[in-house]
């Protein structure tokens, strides 16, 4: 008899293991791509300063609200969401919008980063003065999104689902430490 | 920003409370279960400066992350104007700024070789700022160093169809300095190339071999290095050309250290054929080659 489990539960079965997925883990695979929201100004530091190596946040799907609604990945909270970050990001980078709050997380994310890289000695204090004036000087224009299309077979042993604890909402979200610019398109949309 | 919570602490110290209260702000951020003393006492304080009692709004939101943000530049840098502008400097040099960033600057090597064809100076600097494509050539990632940075720009050309300007500008610091602006057709390149592939294209189409330290004639040379002897052994090939004299605009970008020859970028460009491919394309030139006391053009002889 074969037991069909619903996907949430399922995904909680899998959190429950070490959050790493294998090709044995109880759990319905990703599709064959993930999905990141990402911006210029990353795409450039982490081409100049990280040896083109990228940590990026991604996703089963683009757009959950395509999904069906009975699927997993139609329960990304916006702030997760590719498509919802791109749809913000692009409107505010193309308004030139000072008051963005989205393009003002990004700044803090890559000041914090600067910071913390400098702190475990992966970049020298010069870098991280670069990478934080970059991160704050930067015109919003800059921060324009971008979409990284990554084949998941290509990255699969070193994906890491993202604990419910730590998500924005159920939908499922993945890290990947040290993706290489190699494995990944970059599409620029006009949304 | 002086706040009282992070005074007489160690700029690691600071770090870490300022890092803590961010982690918790940002959306796809792991918040931490209980924040610690120091960051509970900043939140404090941030609240009471923003005059919020539980959650902030949108627009107080955007603050308080600037905010937070320039905080840990300042830790980072100091936050001394001298040194801030130092930053920008080397920024600049490494090609991170965005073009609007950088001041533009019309050298006298552009108005000598590139004025007058079809391209004037304004919009030249216009591309610049805002370049439909662009590419800052670093060659210090690829172990060059001491040697000029180049940046490469282009834009469409307003008044004639299928038409683009390449804008090559030296970077020198927070400055773009315009050393020549060529007006190209679509049969020269293909849609599709890198500012780089352009270059070489147009240098495939109208440059003159060249031979530097002793290499094989080539039309384009990038990142090059050799042993330097006496001078500067660059050699055109007029055979190729099957002239005995020849007007071009020739480009040596080089540093020459410790017996080293490293090349940045040289090429030499036939201006005449260069005009006669304007004309045909309807191109008005206003300007005559060599008419007067200082060659526009370096006029080489065999």
Known sequence: ?????????????????NGRIGANAHYVMPGPLLYSTNNKIKLMINERFRKDVHYVWCATCFDASKQGAYSIA???????????????????????????????EQRLSVTNLA???????????????????????SLPSEWAPLLYVIPFHL???RVQLVPIGKRASLGLEYIIHDLSRAEFDILELEL | MNFKSLRNMSNAEKYSVLSEVSRNLLPAAVPDPELSQGAVALVKELRERFGVAESFDDRKKTALLQLLSKEIQNILTTGEQA???????????????????????????Y??????????????????????????????????????????FLGPHPRHKEAFVL???????????????????????????????????????????????????????????????????????????????????????????NGKLSVAL?????????????????????????????????????
């Not at chain 1, 910071?115 to 000087?137: M, P, R, V």
């Not at chain 2, 700022?129 to 040697?147: I, N, Q, T």
């Not at chain 2, 005009?275 to 200082?294: A, C, M, P, T």
């Open chain 1, 1 to 17: 008899m074969v037991v069909v489990l619903p996907t949430a539960f399922s995904d909680l079965l899998h959190v429950c293991q």
């Open chain 1, 74 to 104: 139609a329960k990304a909270a916006p702030s997760s969401d590719p498509y919802q970050i791109y749809k913000q990001l692009s409107q505010d980078a193309r308004k030139g919008d000072r008051h963005s709050s989205k393009i003002a």
């Open chain 1, 115 to 137: 910071a913390e890289w400098k702190k475990k000695g992966e970049i020298s204090d010069l870098e991280a003065e670069e990478i934080a004036y970059i991160a704050n000087e």
């Open chain 1, 155 to 157: 990255v699969q042993p």
């Open chain 2, 83 to 109: 040194r801030i502008r130092d930053i920008r400097h080397r920024v600049g040099q490494k090609g991170l700024l965005s073009s609007e960033s950088y001041a533009v600057v019309l050298t006298e090597e």
């Open chain 2, 111 to 152: 108005k000598t070789y590139s004025e007058g064809l079809g391209v004037d100076g304004k919009l030249a600097a216009a591309i610049v700022r805002k370049p439909l494509a662009v590419e800052h050539l670093s060659p210090e990632m690829d172990g060059l160093f001491g040697v000029d940075s180049h940046s490469l």
């Open chain 2, 167 to 257: 804008v090559l500008a030296l970077r020198d610091k927070d400055r773009l300095l315009v050393e020549r602006a060529w007006l190209l057709f679509l049969d020269v390149f293909s849609a599709g190339d890198s500012p780089l592939g352009i270059l070489r294209s147009f240098v495939d189409k109208f440059g003159v071999s060249i031979s530097i330290l002793k290499s094989p004639f080539r039309k384009f040379h990038y990142l090059e290095t050799g042993e330097l002897n006496q001078g500067l052994p660059m050699k055109l090939s007029f055979a190729e050309s099957g002239k005995s004299n020849l007007k071009c605009d020739v480009r040596l970008s080089y540093a020459a250290i």
């Open chain 2, 266 to 302: 040289a090429f030499a460009i036939d201006v005449e054929e260069f005009i006669d491919y304007l004309k045909g394309h309807g191109v008005e030139i206003s300007r005559r080659l060599g008419n007067s006391g200082v060659p526009m053009h370096r006029e080489l002889k065999e």
